[in-house]
């Protein structure tokens, strides 16, 4: 459970390594600092930055269970406090990207970026690891342009390769993203391409 994070000797060794960053990471829950980075935002962004078919899933089913399920693979002791910083900073861009980039679609375009955006992410971390993982904490102009062209193509491929393939089916785009073998079909084959 997210509220025994603080009985969690990593977080604290998390937070230590933001403040030097002069960023506030926020993992108890009693603690309330608007510009911080909380223990429930790095939770989503490390979700999708793990590679991880299955957390994507759970990231979109059921984020509250994230942390009780996956705390131990999500905060590991290989995670530093600049990356989890980095992650956040990057999920958040991209969310926002697409968020703003599905304004102006049509409706099912709308709820292919509403229900697939977490799984766009999880394909963008997986094909540029090295523009991710840089070893910095704040991102610059060259990679925010960066994030947005690669987030926006592969968007679409990944759109054009759903339509495809659930053409037949009568699921709707929450109900593929839901579904752990649905996604993994879907992960195989825009890894293909």
Known sequence: DIYFAALDPNQ????QECMVSNIVYQYRPSADN???????????????FSGNTEIIVVAKKEPSQLYKRYSSTLF?????????????????????????????????????????????????SRRYQSLINKPEVNLSQDDLT????IGADLAELIYTLAESQFASDEKGYLAIFRS??????????????
């Open 180 to 193: 752990l073998t649905d996604v993994q079909q879907l992960t195989s084959k825009v890894m293909q391409e």
């Open 146 to 149: 960066e994030f947005s062209r």
């Open 34 to 48: 608007q510009d911080a980075i909380t223990i429930e935002q790095a939770a989503i962004a490390l979700a999708f």
């Open 76 to 124: 590991n002791n290989n995670l530093s406090g600049i990356t989890l910083c980095r992650y956040v900073r990057i999920f958040e861009y991209l969310d926002q990207s697409l968020i703003s980039y599905a304004e102006s679609l049509t409706n099912k375009q709308k709820m292919f970026y509403r229900h697939g955006k977490f799984f766009i992410l999880d394909i963008l």
């Open 12 to 15: 604290e060794r998390l937070r």
